[in-house]
Nanobody
């Protein structure tokens, strides 16, 4: 079983930056891919970014490409999401995801609010 704990959310002005962190439990962190998703009120959960087990491959949703960067530190069992040039439409709860062989695991989410 994998437990994920997100942190780093908060209130920021348009154009600002935030860095989200997701700490994973367990010793097999480097064996599975990680991702970030977000969900705004009244909307479906949206893919934000994903990173491979080694960190060598990343993918991004179209709405964040060029502004957000996903990274991971396997020594610290942590994945990060650096968010720059934030926009009000980035306001959402952000969830960390672990794609393991036993299934997907999710964190509890961290709220990001971007004021205009």
């Amino acid at each position: 079983q994998v437990q994920l704990v997100e942190s780093g959310g908060g209130l920021v002005q348009t154009g600002g930056s935030l860095r989200l962190s997701c700490a994973a439990s367990g010793r097999a962190f480097s064996s599975y891919g990680m991702g970030w998703f977000r969900q705004a009120p009244g909307k479906e959960r949206e893919f934000v970014a994903a990173i491979s087990r080694s960190g060598g491959t990343t993918h991004y949703g179209g709405s964040v490409l060029g502004r957000f960067t996903i990274s991971r530190d396997n020594a610290k069992n942590t994945v990060y999401l650096q968010m720059n040039s934030l926009k009000p439409e980035d306001t959402a709860a952000y969830y960390c995801n672990a794609a393991t062989r036993l299934g997907d695991y999710w964190g509890q989410g961290t709220q990001v609010t971007v004021s205009s």
